[in-house]
């Protein structure tokens, strides 16, 4: 469960941020949360999003936004999507682009038994598909309008007698799925089917899937739509786009760069730590933005909840627990009475998400106040399957209470819960120690989460 004991001010001194008011609410893990408006130093307040439309996924006339995947055969035929058994093997036909919150409905139906579903919020991995799929067999036992776990859990949920019956066999099928947060309901001709909370994903392609099997076997598709939504609103962008205003960095100063939309991290030699940091403080929040690692070399990552702890200017002895604006300062360990100044601190006291080369934990949670990893235990192939190196990756830290979820492409890498988390602090990008470093961040929003 998600929770922060108390509320939070309703204005930050420290991030000159002041709450407008009530943006939305979202539900995390069963809890409420509310997401509230806010308007960061130096940003002006998003005009109001106007009301999300219905997005043709198919022309009615050939294949244009998707691709196939495994071995069945995909055709255009009378303004339907058909899909046939192809080598025998699993087959997909794959939207080009991925989709995080939405309602997808379309029609579908079988021209003779077999299993068939529909993917969503999926990942296709080395031709593996890994994701959530809404089932559609027209044998009414075999769980139509339930969710199952390709390439992971199995069965999540099916449906009750009532959801089951819905279905019509070898008749035109309605099919609504509604995925909003962790938050997933389907409907099957209009009849609620399931209705359930997850937070293994919260984005990915969207799939239309003909069973393996030797058999023939022929599904049809007709009149899909999407419409994408936002869970929450008040997304506020902490990047313009073209300046590092709201921003300042700490250690090495002059790595950092705006090129092309994006901020650009580069070290051409050996260097200590370098950090881009937010001017503004955060509390509870969700943050997603996209970065491309370009190197072989050092590492880098989303600092979140961070502070920057005086440093003694002798001995260099960081000294935490004393506020980073310290007036009177005396070092425990040698006792000299002057910190390092804070534009020049590089010690960094709070929790990161990691952003590294191929195979080194993309998406791991690190504590630098203890300088070990939280959650080592969870690093398994499929987090360092996700990263795509060379290419964007989407980032989503979703950070309240002792509670922290990081996705990796909207697929969930890491979940602590009831973990010792700083209470508030900024956010910052890392550069660590490499030659030829370069990493690229863009398209950085946030919002904040009220208890």
């Known amino acids: 469960m998600f929770t922060r004991q108390g509320m939070r001010p309703r204005y930050s001194p420290m991030s000159g941020c002041v709450h407008l008011g009530v943006g939305g609410m979202m539900r995390v893990a069963g809890l409420v949360l509310v997401v509230e408006a806010c308007v960061l130093a130096d940003q002006p307040a998003s005009a109001p999003a106007s009301q999300p439309a219905w997005q043709s996924l198919f022309n009615g006339r050939d294949l244009a936004g998707w691709h196939g995947v495994g071995g069945a055969r995909w055709a255009v035929a009378g303004g339907e999507i058909v899909g046939q058994t192809g080598d ?118 969207i799939a239309l899937q003909i069973h393996s099997g030797q058999q023939p076997m022929t599904v049809r598709w007709r009149n899909l739509r999407i419409k994408e939504l936002s869970e929450g609103g008040a997304w506020m962008p902490i990047f313009d786009g073209r300046t590092l205003k709201g921003w300042h960095t700490q250690g090495e ?74 007036s009177v300062f005396k070092c425990p360990k040698c006792g000299h009475d002057k910190a390092v100044p804070l534009p020049q601190r590089v010690h960094i006291h709070g929790p990161q998400a990691e952003f590294a080369p191929p195979r080194q934990n993309t998406g791991g949670l690190y504590d630098a106040r203890i300088g070990r990893w939280i959650n080592e235990d969870q690093f398994n192939e499929m987090m360092h399957r996700m990263h795509r190196f060379e290419e964007w990756n989407e980032l989503r830290i979703i950070a309240a209470g002792k509670d922290v979820l990081v996705y990796l492409n909207g697929y969930r890498v890491s979940e602590v819960r009831g973990y010792d988390f700083p209470e508030e602090g900024q956010i910052a990008l890392q550069l660590h120690s490499g030659n030829a470093m370069r990493v690229r961040f863009k398209d950085l929003q946030v919002r904040r989460l009220g208890s």
């Open 88 to 205: 025998g093997s699993y087959g997909w036909l794959v939207t080009d682009r991925p989709y995080d919150d939405f309602v997808f409905e379309f029609e579908c139906r079988h021209e003779v038994a077999g299993n068939s579903g529909i993917q969503f919020r999926s990942h296709v991995v080395d031709g593996v598909m890994y994701g959530y799929q809404a089932e559609f067999d027209p044998r009414p036992e075999h769980g139509t309008g339930g969710v199952y776990e390709q390439g992971g859990r199995g069965w999540l949920h099916k449906p009750d007698a009532r959801g089951l019956a819905a279905m019509k066999p070898m008749e035109w099928n309605r099919y609504r799925i509604r995925a909003v947060g962790d938050h997933i309901q389907l409907f099957v001709n209009d009849v609620p089917t399931v209705d359930f909370r997850d937070t293994q994903a919260r984005g990915g392609i």
């Open 253 to 326: 100063p002059d790595v950092w760069r705006v090129e092309e939309k994006a901020i650009v991290g580069e070290l051409v030699k050996p260097s200590p730590y370098a950090y881009l940091v937010t001017d503004a403080s955060f509390g509870d929040f969700e943050l997603k933005l996209h970065m491309r690692y370009e190197t072989n070399s050092g590492n880098s990552g989303v600092f979140f909840w961070s502070t920057f702890p005086p440093q003694c200017a002798r001995c260099e002895e960081v000294v935490r627990g004393l506020p980073r604006d310290v």
